[in-house]
């Protein structure tokens, strides 16, 4: 716990084969990955700045990862393995986090982002805190949370500290379950759409607390 790992520019993290990372900090002392413009950008390949794609599943929790000036569209951390991220922050980079294979965010911090902050596919999201994110968007058709192929979004807070009318919430394409959300607030302009369906799909929804859109 409490240690400092400080990116170069278009530096990034890359967990492969068989390896595993384990990020462990506490509540009282987190661990920081911090830079400015981290992700990769080679001369023959884009990606994110921490990529998990490993035979075993990574962990990484009480951790703080910030992005600062960043111009490569990618993720901040995209998991294929199954990882989990928990009791973290993560805020300042492009798009924020892509979760697949039964990988896991929970109970963490996702804010300042200029684009996506969640892309789910057959992964888990729970008790988490999202926020001022999707901000350089230029359509209504844009959105902040993607959930695709068999996700749960569950006990999640969403929504905007600045009144916006130009985004989705969350976006569902693919059989998912999103309950015991609150998505927007009582008060203020959250966007344009609290929650958008694909059509012909058959997502459980139930039990969210919606407010602060235009449409739902």
Known sequence: GGATINMSEESYIEVTDDGVLEIAGTAEDYAIITGENWTKNTSTSNGPGILLESSNPSTIKYAKIT???????????????????????????????????????????????KADALHLTNSTATGNIIYNVNNNNNTSGDSDINLQNGSTFKNNRVYSIEDR????????????????????????????????????RNSTIRFNNIGGFQAN
């Open 67 to 113: 992005n600062t000036n960043v111009s490569n569209s990618q993720w901040m951390i995209s998991s294929n393995d199954g990882s989990t991220i928990e009791n973290s922050i993560i805020s300042g980079g492009d798009y924020g986090i892509n979760l697949s294979n039964n990988s896991t965010i929970k109970n963490s911090e996702i804010y300042n982002l």
């Open 165 to 200: 009318d130009d985004n989705v919430a969350i976006w569902v394409d693919g059989n998912s379950t999103i309950e015991y959300n609150t998505i927007g607030g009582s008060s203020g302009k959250h966007g344009a759409v609290g929650i958008a369906m694909a059509y012909n």
